[in-house]
């Protein structure tokens, strides 16, 4: 069953006439193919013009769809033997940064990425993808054994923010937070960040300080979400429309701007209306990047990673 975002109301009548068309003609003699086929091309055309125009706002709605794939699809549809490992430590686990071992196209990666959930038990099992203190050292931990064993890093961020709750801040949230972004850039390894629906603030930064950063067509990455900004600015959420428009968090509009490398096609429609093809086109364009930077020494990779942030805050 499909959730319709507001701006896919066309689309949604349309796909329900073409239901209702279908049901009502079984064990019925009356022949009707050449209407549904009529239908069925006028929402696919109606659908993939729609979202070849969406606007910045309506982006970030597509990244929130709470359809959309998120960390364990990816790792069901473009990974291998993937092996969890948890905790910090230090403090304890947190389920919403998940990580371990795995394969990509037969290549051994550490694997790390934020996890929403995908129902109202696993969105609060999961915090909703906002990863506390500990969540972040289990990130660091799990790079330093990547740079011990000589694997590449593979990080999927998906985060509206680190959890900013008094328990998240009394536990060191902004330290660890910091110390995480630093592991990104000291890695003597290959690292390649996504951004596969949301990434939002120092949440996003700490799993995504990479050499190479992706984001999905639809992603969007800020600094502070479009009702953040918007309530700052304007004093009301009811603006985040003009501050999404404002903040260039848009794939296309970062790419523009040099803050990522490339953008990672989708599905007609948003990642949500096809999982397993949105994982695989992101699993082929990580697998191509990777074997870029596999040949490239430690040093370089360190240095490269120092350039393109030193180029960003300048």
Not at 162 to 171: D, M, N
Not at 214 to 237: F, K
């Amino acid at each position: 069953m499909i959730s319709y975002l507001e701006f896919e109301k066309p689309v949604a009548e349309l796909e329900k006439r073409i239901a209702e068309l279908r049901s009502a003609s079984e064990g019925d003699d009356v022949d009707i193919s050449n209407e549904l086929q009529r239908l069925e091309l006028k929402s696919a055309n109606l659908l993939a013009s729609t979202y070849e125009s969406l606007s910045p706002w309506q982006k970030t709605q597509v990244a929130r769809h709470p359809s959309r794939p998120h960390f364990r699809d990816y790792v069901e549809h473009a990974f291998e033997e993937f092996v969890p490992l948890g905790g910090d430590r230090c403090y304890g686990d947190d389920e919403a940064i998940l990580g371990g071992f795995a394969r990509l196209n037969g290549r051994k990666v550490v694997l790390i990425g934020h996890e929403k959930g995908n129902d109202t038990a696993s969105r609060i099992r999961h915090n909703f993808g906002m990863g506390k203190p500990e969540g972040y050292r289990k990130a660091i931990r799990l790079m330093e054994l990547a740079g011990r064993f000589g694997l590449p890093v593979v990080t999927l961020v998906d985060t509206s923010g680190a959890f900013p709750g008094i328990e998240a801040e009394e536990r060191g949230q902004a330290e660890a937070i910091a110390r995480s972004t630093e592991a990104c850039l000291a890695l003597p390894v290959p690292m390649v960040a996504a951004i596969v629906g949301e990434g939002g603030s120092g949440g996003a930064v700490a799993l995504a300080s990479a050499e190479r950063v992706l984001m999905m067509e639809h992603a969007v990455y800020s600094v502070i979400s479009p009702e953040g900004c918007a309530s700052i600015l304007w004093r009301t959420a009811e603006r985040a429309p003009d501050a999404a428009e404002a903040m260039k968090v848009t794939a296309q509009d970062l790419e523009s701007l040099g803050v990522i490398d490339r953008i990672v096609p989708e599905p007609v429609g948003g990642a949500h209306r096809d999982p397993r093809l949105a994982a695989t086109s992101l699993g082929s364009a990580i697998g191509e990047e990777l074997d870029e930077l596999s040949r490239f020494p430690s040093n370089d990779l360190r240095r490269m990673r120092e350039e393109r942030f030193l180029t960003l805050a300048g």
